[in-house]
């Protein structure tokens, strides 16, 4: 395991540390959230609380911030793109919802998070397209982050500058723009305001 991990992983490269503490920052925020709401509730319930709260970033947010706590993981141990982790995790997130929908819909009322993510997932016109922006906005950050690991000594800058690695992260900050945007408007139209 641990030489899986030094094989896709140095931590002397700033580029993975930064992939490291953004890693360790998510998990803590998590812990905590899961903490806090099982003191507020329970533990079956701060879960179930942490565990859609995960799900709405995972779906609802155009950056992998919610499938990054697992693809960074599975990507050191296992080289698996993130990309690839984060399309299952998608099909994960859809499925807990789909669950919680069922059997468990009162759960949404207990946060402001969870209630928004009801009120996304439960009205598909026009709030799925949140979905698809987050999705594409996703797809696009990951992309990114998966470049940043493969790219750990100068001849592999060297090689993905010699196949357009500029015009590729052009290409994803200019899509992530637009992603961001456009998202804002349409949380905007939901009565969420978020400071500019």
């Known amino acids: ?7 896709n992983f140095h931590p002397s490269h700033q580029t993975h540390k930064e992939t490291l503490i953004k890693f360790i920052v998510l998990l803590a925020i998590i812990v905590v959230y899961f903490g806090y709401m099982s003191w507020k509730y329970n533990a079956s319930t701060g879960f179930a609380l942490a565990i859609l709260s995960w799900s709405f970033f995972v779906l609802c947010t155009p950056v992998a911030d919610g499938g990054f706590l697992i693809a960074f993981p599975v990507r050191l141990l296992f080289n698996v793109r993130m990309a690839i982790t984060q399309v299952v995790l998608w099909f994960i997130a859809v499925g807990v919802n789909i669950y919680f929908l069922s059997f468990s819909e009162s759960t949404y009322q207990l946060t402001f998070l969870t209630r928004l993510l009801q009120h996304i997932l439960t009205q ?22 998966d470049e940043m690991m493969d790219v750990v000594t100068h001849k592999d800058r060297v090689k993905h500058h010699q196949h357009g690695f500029k ?25 969420v305001h978020i400071p500019a």
């Open 1 to 7: 395991m641990f030489n899986a991990i030094k094989a």
């Open 124 to 145: 598909p016109i026009p709030y799925w397209s949140i979905l698809a922006i987050s999705a594409l906005g996703t797809l696009l950050s990951i992309y990114f982050g």
């Open 167 to 191: 015009y590729r992260v052009l290409l994803v900050v200019g899509m992530g723009a637009v992603t961001v945007t456009a998202y804002y408007h349409l949380l905007r139209s939901l009565g």
